[in-house]
C-alpha cells in the first residue's frame, strides 16, 4: 500500500463520540505530569488522564485534622484535576459519604481527602497532591 496522507483538517460537524483519541481543544488541559500522593508517592493519575478545572473553589476538610473537637476543618480550594470516575485513577479511595458529599483519599495511604467524589465527576485538589514529571517517551 502506498502512503496514505491525512489531512488534519478534516472537519466534523458533530463531536458527540467522544472517545479516547487525541482531542486537544483549547478549554481543555490535561496533566502532561503524573499526579502524585503527597505522602506515599502512589501514582494517583497518570499523565493525560485528568483534565484540569480552573477556578470552581470548594469547600474540603482539612488533610491533617486537629485532635480534640468535633468541628471538622475546611480549607477553600481551587484548581482541580478532573476525571470522569475512580477507574480513570491509578489508584484512588473513595470515603463513605460524609453530610452527602464522599471524598477521595490515596488508594495506598488513605492519605486525604485529596478531592470530591461526585456522580459524573472526580475532583482532586491541586494542592493536595504532587506533580512528577515522567520523561517524555522517544519518537522520532
Ligand atoms: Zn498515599
Redesign the pocket.
Known amino acids: 500500500m502506498s502512503s496514505s496522507i491525512h489531512s488534519p483538517d478534516q472537519t466534523s460537524s458533530e463531536s458527540s463520540n467522544i472517545t479516547e483519541g487525541k482531542c486537544p481543544s483549547e478549554s481543555e488541559r490535561r496533566n502532561a505530569e503524573m499526579i502524585l500522593?503527597d505522602?506515599?508517592n502512589?501514582i494517583i493519575l497518570r499523565v493525560g488522564d485528568s483534565i484540569w478545572m480552573e477556578g470552581n473553589e470548594r469547600e474540603i476538610p482539612l488533610a491533617i485534622q486537629r485532635e480534640g473537637g468535633d468541628l471538622i476543618e475546611t480549607e477553600r480550594l481551587q484548581g482541580w484535576w478532573t476525571a470522569k470516575d475512580k477507574f480513570a485513577f491509578e489508584s484512588v479511595g473513595v470515603t463513605n459519604s460524609v453530610d452527602g458529599i464522599r471524598y477521595l483519599t490515596?488508594g495506598?495511604?488513605d492519605?486525604g481527602p485529596i478531592g470530591i467524589a461526585e456522580d459524573k465527576l472526580h475532583i482532586v485538589a491541586h494542592s493536595r497532591v504532587k506533580m512528577e514529571s515522567v520523561p517524555s517517551p522517544t519518537n522520532s
Open positions: 500522593c505522602h506515599c502512589s490515596c495506598d495511604c492519605f
